[in-house]
């Protein structure tokens, strides 16, 4: 085995193992006492699935939201933090380091799940940190999508990571705007939002390596590139799903247009008689 595949192995099995050891913890916890619910989750998911691993990757990032609290952290400095860990990802992954760019990816990612819960349990939400989250977001996604492109730069897949890229602000921006307008929950359809971008994106890059100790030198960018196909093509899909779903609900929601008469070309000649007549 190669170092590079090693290096992707060892903080595979650690974090598999704890994850793991924790999901069976939650688990059982959830069938003696019952599972949590989030009002934030059972309005957003539908399936029974979608709720239990959201409310279990809740369960395991509180420790880190109490330390948080405790220690006074501001939500926009978790923000600022977890959009600068993705610009580190981002140098490592375009300078050629996929599995610890990935790996820095995803850690980055899961700050960011957590600013809003710091706000909430503060009592600091403001309308500017909301903005600054959903900004930055999209300022992360595309510098880590920058890296992939310096990485496939001579590369087909080049094409890849640009679709994926362009695609995912059409799929923000949807959603955005169709809440602006209220067009309610049909503004978030499709299933490859961020948090699925970003497991397909940072999980691709950690563990290219191991592609490369099983098929030889070069398959792990191959699956990495292969990766950003299936990416862009389900984040495309995503995006006209949604914008298709807003302008239907949209339309329904307008008001039934004014009927106005026939156009008549007799009425064209009557107004031209009655210029003709005024100015004689």
């Known amino acids: 085995m190669t170092p590079s595949a090693a290096a992707a192995l060892i903080p595979l ?8 050891a924790t999901l069976l913890f939650f688990t059982a916890s959830s069938i003696l006492f019952g599972r949590p619910h989030t009002p934030d989750i059972e309005k957003r998911e539908r399936t029974f ?7 279990w990757w809740i369960w395991l990032y509180r420790p880190v939201e109490r330390l948080c609290l405790r220690a006074g952290i501001p939500p926009d400095a978790i923000t600022i933090a ?3 860990t993705a610009a580190v990802a ?4 375009g300078s050629g380091r996929l599995s610890l760019g990935g790996w820095v990816y995803l ?8 600013d809003g819960r710091v706000a909430r349990a503060s009592g600091r939400t403001t309308r500017r940190g909301a903005f600054l989250d959903s900004t930055l977001d999209r300022v992360a996604e595309l510098l880590v999508m920058g890296g992939l492109a310096t990485t496939f730069r001579n590369s087909p897949f080049l094409f890849a990571a640009l679709a994926a890229a362009g695609a995912s602000l059409l799929v923000s921006y949807s959603r955005a705007r169709g809440e602006a307008l209220g067009a309610g ?3 978030r359809v499709g299933g490859m939002q961020r948090p699925e971008r970003i497991v397909v994106t940072g999980a691709a890059c950690a563990l290219s390596p191991l592609a ?13 590139g292969w990766a950003l196909v299936v990416l862009a093509v389900l984040t495309t899909a995503t995006a006209a799903r949604r914008t298709f779903a807003i302008y239907r609900a949209l339309r329904a929601g307008d008001p039934a247009p004014v009927a106005r008469p ?3 070309l007799a009425d064209v000649f009557r107004l031209d008689v009655s210029r003709r007549g005024k100015a004689g």
């Open 107 to 114: 850690f980055g990612a899961s700050l960011d799940f957590i």
């Open 262 to 264: 026939a156009f008549r």
């Open 49 to 55: 699935v979608a709720k239990f691993f959201q409310e």
């Open 90 to 93: 981002a140098v490592l992954i």
């Open 185 to 187: 929950d049909v503004a």
């Open 212 to 224: 490369d100790a099983a098929y030889g030198a070069g398959a792990g960018r191959a699956l990495l």
């Open 13 to 20: 099995i650690g974090v598999v193992a704890f994850l793991l």
């Open 82 to 84: 977890s959009t600068c």
